[in-house]
């Protein structure tokens, strides 16, 4: 990693670009990037437009008006599948910051249009609208200094907040920008949503893009330039079912689910001891009607993530072998009655995908990130740019800035420690990405 009086160095100037260009970033997936120095000059010289210094001034200024925009999102649920009110309001925010383009598209994903005055090109930046929370969750934002707390206040109202903040930041500079500009909320991006709204962005007579920047989680200054898919499947195992006493002998579908469970937890583990990192989980089982009963249905649904396709099919071969020998070794374990069924159903399909570190995006985003004081950070996870970079198109997804705390959990806290750093990265890479008239 690069020392932090480096990156003071660079910042004031002291250092040469030629230093630079020789320095490179380690992440978390080990895989060295190089700053490349064309990329470099070009963020300083953004840096230097006096437009460019009105936008990047005009974030900090309006920083309350950011947060205060995160809060008024949060306060209006969006649980899976039921985004509709958040993107009608997201949508009015748009049109008050001054975009005339704007609309709702049939997956429910909030599309903001900046034209740019060649448009022979177009960057999506791109944050999602849903939560994981269940209808009926409160989500009233407890304020305590710079602390905000509520359900899904950093992941993702924070996002919403910060491509909000961009905009605006655009608007009252009165930047010029080459190419078109789509600001993006979409819709399934959390649990059983698999990335739907994304995956209808991107269909193939969608609106063209030709660059896609995410904006999702983590510290400041990591920068997500590969995906990591998921498998994601509910199995279920079916009866006849009766009482615990009665029908003793019948097959059992939780017995059976315990079987494969099992078989999973020990299977599993010869395909992640070797190679690139790869994980299965049963995040929820169910089933059963009484204490007193054997059930007649048994279900769980699994997930499987890698970076790698191929760990993925290894440990998803596994999960299908599992699950026949547990039906079969319970059926063969019981003593009177019909044999137990299962139906294994896919229910989410994220695909993996490595993007390069030092393609143009990312060197943009690194570069960015390093102007502003802030070492890259470069990683791999599951975000709504999987799609992007699983169809080839340059694709990175930037930090909503800040610190997030229990994300996903009741508890949620965002707090504003720098939060406006993020924003400005992102507007550096948005500008160096487009150019700048």
């Known amino acids: 990693m690069l020392a932090v009086k480096t990156i003071k160095r660079f910042i004031s100037g002291t250092l040469s670009m030629a230093f630079i260009t020789g320095v490179f970033s380690y992440g978390m997936t080990g895989e060295p990037a190089q700053y490349i120095q064309k990329y470099t000059d070009e963020i300083m010289a953004l840096k230097k437009i006096p437009s460019v210094k009105a936008a990047l001034g005009h974030i900090v200024k309006y920083d309350k008006k950011t947060i205060g925009d995160m809060v008024i999102l949060n306060e209006i649920p969006a649980p899976p599948f039921k985004e509709q009110k958040r993107a009608e309001k997201l949508a009015e925010m748009f049109r008050n910051i001054g975009l005339s383009d704007v609309s709702i598209d049939k997956e429910g994903n909030v599309l903001a249009r900046r034209a ?16 994981v929370f269940p209808e009926g969750t409160d989500v009233k934002v407890k304020i305590e200094g710079n602390k905000y707390t509520a359900p899904g206040i950093g992941d993702n109202s924070r996002g919403l907040a910060v491509i909000l903040a961009v905009a605006r930041s655009l608007q009252a500079a009165k930047i ?12 399934g991006e959390e649990g059983l949503g698999d990335l739907r709204g994304v995956k209808y962005l991107l269909r193939g007579d969608g609106p063209p893009i030709d660059s896609f920047i995410g904006v999702d989680g983590g510290k400041d200054n990591r920068l997500v330039y590969g995906a990591v898919g998921s498998y994601r499947y509910r ?19 939780h017995h059976a689910l315990g079987r494969a469970i099992d078989k999973m937890a020990v299977g599993g583990t010869d395909v992640y001891k070797t190679g690139p990192k790869v994980s299965i989980s049963v995040g929820r089982i169910g089933g059963g009607t009484s204490i007193n009963s054997i059930p007649f249905e048994s279900w769980m649904e699994v997930d499987m993530r890698s970076g790698a396709v191929y760990k993925l099919d290894e440990m998803d071969a596994m999960f299908k072998k599992a699950i026949q020998n547990a039906l079969e070794e319970e059926n063969a374990a019981r003593r009177e009655g019909p044999a137990l069924t299962v139906d294994v159903k896919n229910i989410g399909l994220r695909p993996a995908g490595r993007g390069d570190p030092n393609s143009p995006l990312v060197q943009r985003a690194m570069a960015a990130l390093f102007s502003l004081g802030k070492e890259p950070d470069l990683s791999i996870s599951s975000t709504d740019a999987n799609i992007a970079i699983s169809k080839g198109m340059p694709a990175i997804t930037m930090s909503r800035g800040g610190i997030n705390i229990a994300s996903h959990s009741p508890q949620e806290s965002w707090q504003n420690i720098d939060g406006h750093i993020a924003i400005q990265s992102i507007l550096l890479t948005v500008l160096a990405e487009s150019g700048v008239k």
């Open 235 to 253: 199995v279920t195992f079916r009866g006849t079912g009766g009482h615990s006493w009665g029908a003793f002998g019948n097959v059992n579908p």
């Open 176 to 187: 010029n920008t080459d190419s078109d500009i789509l600001f993006v909320g979409s819709v």
């Open 116 to 131: 740019g005055t060649v448009r022979k090109h177009t960057i999506a930046i791109v944050a999602h609208l849903d939560t």
